[in-house]
Structure formats: structure tokens, C-alpha cells
């Protein structure tokens, strides 16, 4: 019985900390039926609705507030217990939780997690893209991974990539049919694949940048994304224009699947870093992903 409680308890936490059964059952690892029946069973045990469920969102009650208050912290302290203990094993192990964004998770944390995981089999790594500025701490992620200027001050923030630059592309096909822009400003004539960011609801502003000169375009045509990939595809197939990252594009501009315009205007951008709480006391398994991950280390690596 008291496993039982302690199992749905956990459950109600990530149900309450999500707002979602959807993304609570998928951080738990199991079926979203299994885990409203756990929050089920535990409200009849206490005889209260702890979780007011709607068509589109999941609240706490009352009682499911004072709960969350109540037993939080102590969760937290149970976990940094069990990770206390981890540190006696002869490797490394516990999980690590990163909310980062697609285009640095394919190009720095994967690449460098590999070798990492390779040789700490006891260590798992759980990495969620979202463009949103999570609340890391709110929402029980380890760290964060956004560009420079994005992170809080009083995080602690290293740096994992260099800085770089976007660029405008577009596929032969389409500068064929619709020529090419020769000023940022004429991108409003143009047919632009679009970038929506989930925290604001509205699209991403192209930013340009050209002998001191700075300025953005909203970009508008017949489709937006939240993935770079798409827009990607979107460009290699002619539908219209996108601003990606220089390393994305290299090699579909080498191969001359797309060509690059503007670029003189092109922005420059601060680089990713791998932000964190500064108060949080970290496992072992933390400080090895920290270290794998940082620029200073991998350039190390590779040379």
C-alpha cells in the first residue's frame, strides 16, 4: 500500500508540474489510461479531487494545491537522496533531463553525448526540443540549452557552440520562378517558410544585420513551422525561402540543391549555452554531460 502511494503520489506531481496527462505519461514512460487511473485510485484513497481535467488543460484543485506544496520538496529531497547514493557505484548513473532546441540537439548534444553514454551506461540523457523558454526549475528539467542572450542572469551558463550566422536560402526552382531578393525588404514579396514560437503564439522575425545596420523582417508566406527540419524540406523542394543556420544549409549549397542570397545581411548569432540553477547541488552524472558538452572541453577532444 504505501508503494502504491508513493508511486501515484509521484505520478500527481508530474501530472500537476505538466498541466498535461499527455506529456505527464510520456515523461513517466507509460500509457496515459495507466496514469489517470493512478491519479484515480489516489483520489478515492484520500477522498478528494486533487485535478480538475478539461478538453485542454489539467488544473489543481484546492486540495491538489495544498498536496503539491505539501510533498514537492520532500520528492526532491528523495530523488537528490537516491542520487547521494549513485555516487558510491563504481561508475556514474542517474538521469539527466535537457530541455534544448532541434538545431543544437543534432549538431552539439548528440554528437558529443554519444561517446559519453558509450562509456557511462549507467547514465541516461532525456532531451526535449521546445523553442518556448521553459522554467527549468518549474518544470523539473536538469538544464536548459538556448543561445546566449537568452539565458537568465542568474543561471550559471556554459557555453557549448560557437557563434554563427543565418543565412537565406532558396532552391534553383524557385529563384527561377521568382527571382531574388537583393534587400531584406524585398523578403515581402517573397514566399518565406516561417518559424512559430510556441511562447509568444506569433512567428519568428528574421533579423539582419549589415555594417551596423540592423533590422528584422516577419516573415509571411503560405507556411510556418516549429521544426527547422521542415522548413528545410520546404526550401529543397522549392515551395519558398528560409532562414537557417549556416551549418544546416552547408552542404545542400555546395551541392547546388539551394543557393544563398543576402549575404551580406546575414545575422550573427551568440551561441548555444547549457544553462542551469546555480543553487542546485549536481551528481557526478551531471558534472560528466556538463563536461562533454562545453566548447572548451570537445574542442579538447578533438584535437
Excluded at 520528492?75 to 548513473?93: H, M, Q, T, V, Y
Excluded at 514579396?189 to 512559430?196: D, F, V, Y
Excluded at 510556441?198 to 533579423?207: A, M
Excluded at 547549457?274 to 562545453?294: E, G
Aim: aromatic residues 6%; neutral net charge; contains cysteine.
Amino acid at each position: 500500500m504505501i508503494k502504491e502511494s508513493m508511486d501515484d503520489l509521484g505520478a500527481f506531481l508530474v501530472v500537476a508540474t505538466q498541466r498535461s496527462f499527455t506529456r505527464a505519461a510520456a515523461q513517466l514512460g507509460i500509457s496515459q489510461p495507466a496514469l489517470s487511473a493512478k491519479i484515480t485510485a489516489l483520489e478515492a484513497r484520500l477522498g478528494v479531487r486533487l485535478l480538475t481535467r478539461s478538453t485542454r488543460s489539467v488544473s489543481t484543485t484546492e486540495a491538489g494545491e495544498r498536496l503539491f506544496n505539501a510533498i514537492g520538496p520532500h520528492f526532491d529531497g528523495i530523488a537528490s537522496g537516491l542520487n547521494e547514493l549513485s555516487e558510491l557505484r563504481d561508475k556514474p548513473a542517474g538521469s539527466i533531463r535537457i530541455t534544448s532546441v532541434e538545431h543544437a540537439s543534432q549538431t552539439i548534444l548528440l554528437p558529443a553525448l554519444a561517446t559519453l553514454l558509450s562509456d557511462y551506461p549507467d547514465i541516461t540523457v532525456e532531451i526535449i526540443d521546445d523553442y518556448s523558454l521553459a522554467d527549468i526549475v518549474a518544470d523539473r528539467f536538469d538544464a536548459g540549452v538556448r543561445l546566449g542572450e537568452q539565458v537568465a542572469q542568474d543561471m550559471i551558463a556554459v557555453r557549448i557552440g560557437p557563434d554563427f550566422k543565418q543565412c537565406v536560402v532558396g532552391s534553383p526552382a524557385y529563384f527561377k520562378r521568382w527571382g531574388k531578393p537583393q534587400t531584406p525588404h524585398d523578403l515581402t514579396e517573397h514566399r518565406c517558410i516561417a518559424l512559430r514560437l510556441p511562447t509568444s503564439g506569433g512567428v519568428w522575425s528574421w533579423p539582419f544585420e549589415k555594417e551596423g545596420r540592423e533590422l528584422k523582417v516577419r516573415p509571411a508566406g503560405q507556411l510556418a513551422f516549429n521544426t527547422i527540419t521542415l522548413q528545410l524540406g520546404s526550401c529543397l523542394a522549392g515551395i519558398g525561402l528560409g532562414y537557417l543556420p549556416e551549418d544546416v544549409v552547408k552542404e545542400h549549397i555546395t551541392a547546388g540543391r539551394l543557393q544563398r542570397v543576402l549575404t551580406e545581411w546575414s545575422a550573427p548569432m551568440s551561441g548555444y549555452h547549457l544553462y542551469y540553477p546555480s543553487r542546485r547541488q549536481h551528481t557526478a552524472a551531471f558534472s560528466l554531460v556538463v563536461s562533454a558538452l562545453s566548447l572548451g572541453g570537445r574542442q579538447q577532444r578533438t584535437r
